[in-house]
Structures are given as C-alpha cells and as structure tokens.
C-alpha cells in the first residue's frame, strides 16, 4: 500500500497536482484495499490526468462495491464513503476481465476536506 501512495505522490509531482496529493492518496489507499480485501488478482492502479484526475483500480473479481454506512462500532465500511466525500465522482464499470472501480477529482480546485460531520453521519 505504501508503494502505491509514493507512487501516486510521485506522479502527482511530474504533473504539478501537488495539492490533490492528500484526497488522492486516500482514495487510492481505499480503493486498492477493497480490490486486495474483496477482488481478484490481478489487480492493477491506474491515474489518469486529462480534465479531470482520474483514479482507477481494477481487478479479476466482478464483484460491485457498494456504498453503505458503518455503523459506530463497525472496524470496516466507511472506505467508500470517503471516496464518494473527497471525489467529484465515482462509480464501477465492468469488463469481461472483472471490473474498475473509479473516482475523478478536480483539478480545478484544491484537495477539498469535507465537513468533519459528514463524515460521521
């Protein structure tokens, strides 16, 4: 994991998107964990910088992830609540390889934190 965040935090630097450095280390963190947790090898990261900040992470399962609330006590659960927060959007598209799930960020705006409250929601 740590080898993908320097990774994306090395990329981001070549193409000057310093500041989208903290969202996208955290969605990439969340979405390779799901793929190691809950997909298939291979798995595979990919950034894309066009418009916008593409983040993609695919693997071999056809499994789609879904959004859902952790409750309090719950260890686990909030890793895509956190990509929905911080990412412009996101969502899975399915190949006969498995699936990618992405996420887009904006690189027109600075790396957005959102509220402390609805993070705990």
Same mark, same amino acid.
């Given at each position: 994991?740590?080898?993908?965040?320097?990774?994306?935090?090395?990329?981001?630097?070549?193409?000057?998107?310093?500041?989208?450095?903290?969202?996208?280390?955290?969605?990439?963190?969340?979405?390779?964990?799901?793929?190691?947790?809950?997909? %298939?090898?291979?798995?595979?990261?990919?950034?894309?910088?066009?418009?916008? =900040? $593409?983040?993609?992470? *695919?693997?071999?399962?056809? +499994?789609?992830?879904?959004?859902? %609330?952790?409750?309090?006590?719950?260890?686990?659960?909030?890793?895509?609540? =956190? $990509?929905?927060?911080? *990412?412009?959007?996101?969502? +899975?598209?399915?190949?006969?390889?498995?699936?990618?799930?992405?996420?887009?960020?904006?690189?027109?705006?600075?790396?957005?934190?959102?509220?402390?409250?609805?993070?705990?929601?």
């Amino acid at each position: 994991m740590s080898q993908a965040r320097s990774n994306v935090a090395r990329q981001l630097s070549v193409w000057g998107l310093e500041e989208l450095e903290f969202s996208t280390e955290l969605i990439v963190s969340e979405l390779v964990t799901n793929a190691i947790r809950y997909g %298939r090898p291979p798995l595979h990261l990919r950034l894309i910088h066009d418009r916008a =900040l $593409v983040c993609e992470v *695919a693997d071999a399962s056809s +499994t789609t992830p879904h959004l859902r %609330r952790a409750r309090t006590y719950d260890e686990g659960g909030r890793g895509l609540l =956190l $990509v929905a927060q911080f *990412a412009e959007h996101w969502g +899975t598209r399915h190949s006969r390889h498995g699936k990618t799930v992405w996420a887009e960020l904006s690189k027109d705006e600075s790396a957005k934190f959102p509220a402390w409250d609805a993070l705990q929601a």
